[in-house]
């Protein structure tokens, strides 16, 4: 029996970009059931390939463009994919299908909508990610917009799976009215990835003059919430030798202006901001061979970088949140934005012996092995996928 699963809401598959372009990419590259067939659709800019499909390693991909709108470009795209593939079910008169929509953004429409899948014989799962409504980037009214698409997604799915703990204590309370059935299912991470020095991490290693085991690394997106200021600052009254190599999309970021105003960093050679590093192969280059990673994430479920941190990295430095605790547990450091709160901890991480760094390194890849794997997600959510399809059987 062919499972038929059409996943919205990422830029599409195989995109260099965030979380959501690694967890779809990265699902089908696990896949372990030959029956199971995804669609994922990705975003283009460009006209003339609207509604063109390709075939992508077995996954189906139509383009759907839409006009570059700023934020509001990925609401436009989910909305023209969820139509788009209405129309198609019809046409095709797809069996067993289910429709994933990884984000809240779209959550007022799901009412009109969800009467017309169900009819197509569809369930639809919502992955509602983090609480976007906490993120600092957004004015008052665009966090009430995004209150409410949570609501409204939640109450009109089939089914919630959450990527954190703490999120799916949250749905599960804040929205038990709704009796949407809820569960969790994490990112996934690889094991004992041993990676070559490309040419990229060569060109960039020579420019910013780094060295295996002495920095510290940040890989994030460049945005308030993932606490840069609070991070830099403390790192900067530290006494370690040691560098701080941040990767971020700081291009034509005017945060990286009000950094510099607030925090000055530029008179410290340690810090190194090196822009974007898409290639797989480099980043994990880059997280092997470094001394600590610093994971500043404050807002959403689990994050893909630290994952993929502690799969490769000795010791872990965690902006201390529930989404990273639960993630973390004792294998990491944490850090809070009190004064002097990472500072400590950069002290301390400095007097590690080589073998205590290597058992929190232990540590950290063991619970990666226990529960996030990109195998165990996959199965995870194969075993979802069979059980939405049966429930709909016997109806």
């Not at 983090?130 to 957004?138: A, F, I, P, Q, T």
């Not at 999120?167 to 059935?181: A, D, F, M, R, S």
């Not at 991070?231 to 990767?247: G, H, P, R």
């Not at 809070?336 to 890849?365: C, F, P, R, W």
Request: glycine share 4%.
């Amino acid at each position: 029996m062919q499972k038929n699963i059409i996943i919205i809401g990422s830029r599409g598959y195989k995109y260099p970009y965030g979380g959501w372009e690694t967890f779809v990419t990265n699902l089908v590259a696990n896949k372990a059931d030959v029956d199971t067939k995804y669609f994922i659709p990705n975003l283009t800019h460009d006209k003339e390939l609207d509604q063109k499909i390709v075939e992508v390693d077995g996954v189906t991909c139509p383009y759907i463009y839409v006009p570059k709108q700023g934020f509001v470009t990925m609401f436009t795209f989910t909305i023209k994919a969820i139509r788009y593939f209405i129309k198609y079910l019809k046409q095709n008169k797809m069996k067993n299908t289910i429709l994933m929509v990884l984000g809240c953004k779209v959550g007022p429409i799901f009412p009109f909508w969800l009467p017309k899948l169900h009819r197509l014989g569809v369930k639809v799962i919502i992955n509602p990610d983090g609480l976007e409504w906490k993120r600092e980037k957004w004015a008052w009214w665009i966090k009430q917009c995004f209150k409410i698409s949570e609501r409204f997604s939640i109450k009109y799915s089939d089914y919630c799976v959450c990527d954190s703990i703490a999120i799916l204590e949250y749905v599960n309370h804040k929205y038990q009215k709704y009796q949407t059935p809820a569960t969790f299912i994490a990112y996934g991470a690889y094991e004992n990835m041993k990676p070559h020095k490309t040419k990229i991490v060569k060109q960039l290693w020579d420019t910013y003059h780094i060295q295996a085991k002495n920095y510290y690394l940040i890989v994030g997106r460049f945005i308030p919430e993932n606490n840069y200021e609070v991070m830099i600052k403390e790192f900067m009254k530290s006494k370690t030798k040691k560098d701080l190599v941040i990767i971020c999309n700081l291009e034509k970021n005017k945060f990286y202006q009000q950094l510099q105003e607030s925090t000055n960093f530029e008179s410290d050679k340690r810090i190194k901001f090196i822009g974007s590093v898409y290639d797989e192969e480099s980043l994990l280059y880059f997280r092997v061979h470094a001394y600590a990673y610093i994971h500043g994430h404050s807002a959403g479920g689990t994050n893909p970088s630290l994952l993929e941190a502690m799969a490769n990295t000795d010791i872990n430095i965690l902006y201390d949140v529930a989404y990273n605790r639960e993630v973390g547990e004792d294998s990491c450091f944490y850090f809070t934005k009190d004064e002097n709160s990472l500072k400590k901890v950069i002290q301390k991480v400095e007097k590690l012996s080589l073998k205590e760094q290597k058992e929190y390194g232990h540590n950290a890849k063991n619970r990666i092995h226990e529960a996030y794997t990109w195998q165990y997600v996959d199965k995870q959510y194969q075993q979802l996928f069979l059980k939405l399809i049966n429930e709909n059987e016997r109806k």
